[in-house]
């Protein structure tokens, strides 16, 4: 059973910056990419960003120039750096976990981003 563990978020102004942090344990050796999804009230869930392990990235639209993933394979860590937030990034943050890029198998508990005005 894998189990992802976030952390991060919090409050912050627009043009502020926060970074969140996701760990994987248990079977994660079926787990080739992690990242994070987010869900504003009244909408999808949207990819943000996600990165397979040989350091390769993929964004979603929205964020690209702003937000920025890596990852510490040794202890099957993931990092997005947000930076220039605004107010419509503010949303609940999953981190994720699966065997290819678009194909979440696996969720975290998710963490709140709020970006005021």
């Known amino acids: 059973q894998v189990r992802l563990v976030g952390s991060g978020g919090g409050f912050v102004q627009a043009g502020g910056s926060l970074r969140l942090s996701c760990s994987a344990s248990g079977t994660s050796s079926t787990i080739n990419v992690m990242g994070w999804y987010r869900q504003a009230p009244g909408k999808q869930r949207e990819l943000v960003a996600e990165?397979?392990?040989?350091?390769?990235?993929n964004y979603g639209e929205s964020v690209k120039g702003r937000f920025t993933i890596s990852r510490d394979g040794a202890i099957n860590a993931v990092y997005l750096q947000m930076n220039s937030l605004k107010p419509e990034d503010t949303a609940v943050y999953y981190c994720m976990g699966g065997t290819t890029y678009y194909t979440p198998n696996y969720w975290g508990q998710g963490t709140q981003v709020t970006v005021s005005s």
């Open positions: 990165i397979n392990f040989a350091g390769r990235t």
